[in-house]
């Protein structure tokens, strides 16, 4: 009686730390999306001389073509973020439904997991660099494409495991014994039962793509994010750090706020669904 107490009064305390943990990364994706409209100046309009200090023109100072960085900040974020979300979601959608059929179908889990094992291998910046080099003209599709191609293999192996327990229950069992298509099962059967795995899994994707899509835009990669996101704001911006710093440390605190702030909400998830599995 007194450990089941203790449980009880751990849940609530882990779900409320949970609050703060993504309270930074809701703060910073709202301001992301409506930054655009508080924007004071056009993003790509030269406001003053470059690396101009700040002042009352320009609140955060000018960037190295004299461009207002606060309009650049307001204005950069949003692209960056939508993309890393669509990824998120593509990637996890793709690799639960994967890894439930591999579960239900072991020897179409085999010929998946043979396929995927080179892709594995391969490092996923390495393999963007590749495709976006070889086909520029590609844009944003290929930088989609290829974080699809490159980061559901491994996410598909945790959701193999996870459905792997799943797909030995008895009522999935009972299911197949009634002759139930596997679309019925993946969908009815199987992911319903995923959601604490889908859950993480999606966090977890998000940061992956958050860093992944700032590379590529750091790296310069034809992604069409445009010239105003945060990655490009550092790595242009960087040769002036000792004129006007807030040019590049603006925009970097920005996208480490997001992803830790993710990150820290999956972690703190993964203790609470823990503790409740806890006796």
Known sequence: MIGRR????????????GIPTVAPAAVV?????????AAPHAAETAVGIPFGDPGAGSRLGTDRLGRDVLSQLLSGGWGLLLLSAVIAVLVTAMSCVLGAVAALRPRLGAVIESGTDFVILLPTVLGILLVLTCWPSAGVYGLIGSALMFGTPYCARVFVAAA????????????????ESLPYLVFREVIPNLREVLTTQLGLRFVDAVYLVSTAAFLHLPSTLGPSNWAVMVRDNASGLLLNPWAVLA???AIATVAISVNLAVSTFGRERRGRRTP
């Not at 994706?29 to 409209?37: D, F, K, R």
């Not at 792997?164 to 002759?179: N, T």
Request: charged share 10%; hydrophobic share 45%; glycine share 8%.
């Open 164 to 179: 792997a327990d799943v797909a030995a229950s008895g009522y999935v069992e009972s299911a197949q014994a009634a002759g």
């Open 29 to 37: 994706t709202v301001i992301a999306v409506l930054g655009p409209m």
């Open 251 to 253: 925009p970097s605190p």
């Open 6 to 17: 203790s449980t009880d009064i751990a849940r609530p305390t882990t779900r409320w730390l």
